[in-house]
């Protein structure tokens, strides 16, 4: 195996360990989340100041690229929310249509009865 395939293997590897341990600190933590989170940023910062230069860089694209793809998916959010809200208006616009067809027909039916029975009253008399 080659140079650059020892580093692949061994960033993927780091990346496993920093989850791991992400993962074991925020489950086994006493503190704070944001005390956690300032821990393990800092310890993050601690460790990409140790990492080879190749490697570094290739965390610092992977970082980026992550950063990226969470403002991407904060988008996506703002555009589901988005979508959700002019869904709601135009289901309230619809009601406000349908409610206002029905109270129309039950004027003009009211109406309506009202003729029959005035009808049926000039037949009687």
């Keep these: 195996?080659?140079?650059d395939g020892n580093n692949a293997g061994l960033f993927v590897?780091?990346?496993?360990?920093?989850?791991?341990?992400?993962?074991?600190?925020l489950l086994l933590?006493?503190?704070t989340g944001k005390e956690t989170r300032k821990i393990l940023a800092d310890y993050g910062v601690g460790l990409k100041d140790k990492l080879p230069e190749e490697l570094r860089k290739k965390a610092d694209a992977t970082i980026?690229?992550?950063r990226h793809l969470i403002d991407r998916g904060q988008e996506m959010v703002?555009?589901?929310?988005?979508i959700v809200n002019e869904g709601r208006e135009y289901i309230?616009?619809?009601?406000?249509?349908?409610n206002a067809a029905?109270?129309?027909?039950?004027?003009a039916m009211e109406h309506e009865k009202e003729a029959i029975a005035a009808g049926l009253e000039k037949e009687k008399s």
């Design 78 to 82: 703002q555009r589901g929310h988005d």
């Design 102 to 107: 029905i109270e129309a027909g039950r004027a």
């Design 64 to 66: 980026d690229h992550g």
């Design 29 to 31: 933590a006493p503190r």
């Design 13 to 25: 590897a780091f990346l496993s360990g920093a989850l791991v341990g992400a993962a074991a600190a």
């Design 1 to 3: 195996m080659n140079k």
């Design 92 to 98: 309230d616009e619809k009601k406000r249509i349908l």
